[in-house]
């Protein structure tokens, strides 16, 4: 199983960035798919999550601003970002989870900086 994230980097305050996690390995249509992010110093928390179903759940502090999706047929998870803050600057993990089964990508730096 591998969870491959992109699309992180720098960028300015109100900026937007996309990342992408594309999964192979799992039947990527049955997973529940979520971005987390870890800022130095803090423990990883859930930003963003999509059932197989796709409904959606947000944290409370990017509600508004962030959108996941998912491509089933590109086995590919979505966040797009946007009004970027500095407090956003973490790691980006993508997640993977089906009941027991749960699987994390490498995670994607993303730096919000002026």
């Known amino acids: 199983v591998q969870l491959q994230a992109s699309g992180g980097g720098l960028v300015q305050p109100g900026g937007s960035l996309r990342l992408s996690c594309a999964a192979s390995g799992i039947t990527f249509s049955l997973y529940a798919m979520g971005w987390y992010r870890q800022a130095p110093g803090e423990q990883r928390e859930l930003v963003a999550g999509i059932t197989s179903g796709g409904i959606t759940n947000y944290a409370d502090s990017v509600k508004g601003r962030f959108t996941i999706s998912r491509d089933n047929a590109k086995n590919t998870v979505y966040l797009q970002m946007a009004s970027l803050k500095p407090e956003d600057t973490a790691v980006y993990y993508c997640?993977?989870?089906?009941?027991?089964?749960?699987?994390w990508g490498q995670g994607t730096l993303v730096t919000v900086s002026s």
């Open positions: 997640n993977a989870r089906l009941r027991q089964m749960v699987y």
